[in-house]
Structures are given as C-alpha cells and as structure tokens.
C-alpha cells in the first residue's frame, strides 16, 4: 500500500543533490545526500549547468521514488554559498561550501533537516531487476475499462510455452493505493516488475499496467477510489479472457490491491479462477490509517503516552469524516473540540496534522475510510493465497491475517501464510519500518515469489486436471 506513510514520506523529499564543485566556485553537474526524514533515509540528487543566458539551473531527482528532473528554481549561488527552491514540494535547500562538499539545511513543511551534498550522482543497488535478453515474449498492451472509458496501458508477460499454442494461467497484477506505475515501482524498487520475470518462466502469465493517470494510462487519477481502480483491474481480466491464449485467470493484488482481489472475487466470481492477496487488508480502512500511524510514531520515538493519545484523537477525526463527510475549510475548531471531549493535549504541530485529515479532499480517502473488506470476503468462492510478513508495519499480519483466516470460505486449495522477518513488501528486514526499504538491495524475496507461481501452478481445474 502507497498507504497514508509512504505518502508521507514523499511529502518530505530527500533528495540527493548534484552538481561539481570546481576552484573557479563554478556550479555544474551533480551533488548527492541523504536526508534522514524520520520515517525514511532518502536519497537527492541536483542537477546543475549553465543555461544559453549563462545563468545556472537546476532540476532535482529522488532515486529512491523513481523522480527525475524535477523542476527547481536557483535562488542564488555565490564562491561560499547557495540557495534554491523546489516550488512541486513546496521545499528549500540552502548551504555553504567547505572543502569540496556542501553543509546545508533542507527545509519542508514547518521542518528542517541537515543535508550534506557530495560530488557525483547516484546509483541504486537492484540486484534483482530483471535485464534483458528475456527468454520469454513480452507484448505492450491496452485496455479499456467500460465504466468511463478510461485507457490503461500495461505489459503482457508470457510464458515462452505460449507461442507454441499451449494454454497457461493468467494473471493480472494490482498496485496498492496512490499512483503507481506498473512496476509498482518504490525507492527504485520494481516488485512487479520482478514477479512478471519470475512468473513468465515459471510458466504463468502477467498482465501489469499504469494506474490511471500514470505514464501512459489516460484517467483521472485524482477522482479515483478503491472502487473504481477495482473497475481497471476487472477490465484487465476481462482483457485476457477475450484473448483467448489462457487457462485459469485470475488477480494477484499488493495492499490496497489484495484487499481489491477480494472485492472482485466476491462481486465477479464467474470471471476469477483464484486470488492472490499480497499484504491484504481485511479491516476497515479508518482502522488501517489509525494503525499505520501508530507504527509510524512508535518508530519516530514518540512517548507512547503521546502516541496513544494521538491515535485515539485520529481516531475520533476519521470517524467525524465518515459521518459529515463534507470537507470544512478550516478544522481547527472541530480539532480542539474532539480534544476536549476526550480530554487529550498535543502539540499544536500535531493538532494542526489533524486538521488537514478534515481539509484535504479526497474521494479516495472518503470511500476508503468505511470500505469494510469483511462484507466481501465471506462471499468468495474461489482458492486463495493470502500473505503477509510478519513486520509489516503498513497492514499488520496477525490483525489481518487472524480475519481472513475467520472469514473466508473453506477451500483445500486456499493457503493463508505468514512469512517471518518480511515486511510490506516482502523483503527480508529488521523491524519492518518504512524506513528500511529504500536501504534494502532485495526488491522482494525469492521464497515469496517462487511459492505464489508454484500455488498458482499446482491449482486444478473442477474436473481435477491441472495446467
């Protein structure tokens, strides 16, 4: 799940910043840093040269979030100092030069964080992204979905058995909540893009795709809710039935994608052979955001009697949302009244956070806070593979897991399992935090997804014959 954190986390941009420093005091090429933003170490690159009119410019990228290019504005740069703004995420970087690096203060949202810059860019290490020649056929395809028309573009990743006629299972593959790119690419990570690879010569097919709004998917990403990314991903199954090269067809979803898996297997069963929940939801989502950020503060360091107090105040917040529903335009008043009724006291800065759980629109957050994934669940027919790690700190295994073990149909081909020392995104970690991810070389462990092809494989059809 994108989820409330690693939105966060892109809210506050470390950039690794780019540019060379030479004994003329000249600023062109790139300088790189890492910005410790408290849920995660992010890296920054700025890069700068000399335009036509001979004054510097400078774009930023974040490596990490796949960001390049962007756009900032050089405020001003002299032998011993420099300045700039990056106007997108409503950030500042300011810094002297010493002794061929940069000591500067990179300043978001009320925050300041030191920032070193060093000469030269920066490589992630990724050892798992999948690099060509592929022995297997690859085809970039679209689709539509029917409700409005939208146009999602993806790839279609197939076993080499394909070409010689011979029927496989299918699957397409669902990103969790946010905008994502169809390699659910996160701190240059590639999880789908690695799971095709994987799949295809294994002998099961994938079929990824840009969520809407996204590279070269049309659609308005900002009206979209849970609902309706479900609508893409049934359009992306009803794309490989009409295909007609498949066998068994079926969805494998990552957070928000999991839980939409079992949205779709319980509203269109005919058209699902089975699912894959990766890190799942199976609680209401006020729940998911209250637990998000809980982990969150315990992993910043706050006194747990102020996390506490913080989640039970979030808590009452989200639930005067679902209930009003309008946005206000100022939710002061509200904030301190429901922190009056609960006799609690924060901070203002975190009173303020609050707020803007009140002032923001978004109809995704709207539909997600009360979508309640136990009204589905219990209506699905169909196998299923459930997993989570057991340091997720993003979609808690035991809280989710213990629910769709309860909920769910019997079905001896149904597997729900939890995987020790994993987290969100099935990586081999410490603690699970968000933190951790972009450090981490393993995109997703290997166990994981040899294990959901082999599943996938070993299913029958009802009459018992397997692919």
């Known amino acids: ?44 690159v700025f890069n700068f040269s ?11 990228d974040s490596p990490e979030q796949g ?8 405020e001003y740069v002299s032998a011993d100092s420099l300045a700039v703004a990056i106007p997108s995420i409503m950030a500042r970087y300011s810094g002297s030069v010493t002794d061929g690096r940069i000591d500067g203060t990179f300043a978001q949202s009320g925050m300041n964080f030191k920032l070193v810059l060093s000469p030269g860019t920066v490589e992630l290490k990724r050892p798992q992204t999948p690099k060509p020649p592929f ?37 397409v593959m669902v990103t969790g909540s946010g905008q994502q790119n169809r390699d659910e690419e996160i701190f240059g990570h590639k999880p789908f893009y690695v799971i095709a690879d994987m799949f295809a010569r294994y002998g099961v097919a994938t079929l990824r795709y840009d969520d809407r709004g996204v590279d070269r998917s049309t659609g308005n990403a900002a009206e979209a809710t849970t609902m309706t990314n479900m609508h893409d991903a049934m359009a992306g199954i009803d794309f490989l039935h009409k295909d007609g090269r498949f066998g068994r067809i079926g969805m494998v979803g990552h957070s928000e994608g999991g839980t939409i898996a079992f949205m779709s297997a319980s509203e269109y069963p005919d058209k699902l052979d089975f699912i894959v929940s990766m890190a ?17 503060l ?32 100022d939710g002061t008043s509200v904030i301190d009244s429901l922190a009056e009724s609960e006799n609690v006291s924060l901070p203002v800065p975190a009173l303020q956070n609050l707020s803007k759980v009140l002032t923001s629109p978004s109809p995704w957050m709207d539909q997600f806070l009360s979508l309640d994934p136990q009204k589905y669940i219990p209506n699905v027919k169909c196998p299923v593979l459930a997993i989570n790690g057991s340091l997720d ?18 079905n001896e081909e149904s ?15 410490k603690s699970g935090d968000v933190a951790e991810y972009a450090a981490i070389e393993e995109t997703m462990s290997y166990e994981v997804r040899e294990e959901m092809a082999f599943w996938i494989l070993r299913l029958k059809y009802s009459d018992g014959k397997k692919y």
Request: hydrophobic content about 40%.
């Open 135 to 171: 022995p297997y056929p690859i085809e970039e395809v679209t689709f539509t979905n029917p409700e409005d028309g939208t146009v999602l573009s993806g790839t279609l990743t197939m076993p080499q058995m394909v070409l010689l006629g011979q029927r496989v299972p299918a699957v």
């Open 393 to 410: 700190k993003q979609v808690d295994a035991k809280t989710n897991l213990g629910a769709i073990r309860r909920l769910l149909p019997k």
């Open 67 to 74: 960001a390049k290019g962007i756009s900032v504005n050089v």
């Open 1 to 44: 799940m994108s989820s409330i954190l690693l939105k966060t986390a892109a809210a506050v941009v470390a950039t690794y910043v780019g540019f060379s420093y030479t004994q003329a005091q000249t600023i062109e090429g790139s300088w790189n840093g890492k910005l410790d933003a408290g849920i995660a170490e992010l890296s920054i």
């Open 298 to 329: 315990e992993y910043a360091g706050m006194p747990q009697a102020d996390i506490n107090s913080y989640c039970l105040l979030l808590d009452k917040v989200l639930e005067y949302r679902v209930e009003h529903g309008s946005i206000l335009t």
């Open 415 to 429: 597997v729900i399992k939890e995987y020790p020392s994993m987290n969100h995104l099935f990586q081999h970690c």
């Open 50 to 60: 000399k335009g036509n009119d001979g004054k510097t410019q400078c774009t930023m």
């Open 280 to 296: 799942g939801a199976a609680v209401r989502g006020d729940s998911i955001i209250v637990s998000q950020n809980r982990a969150a």
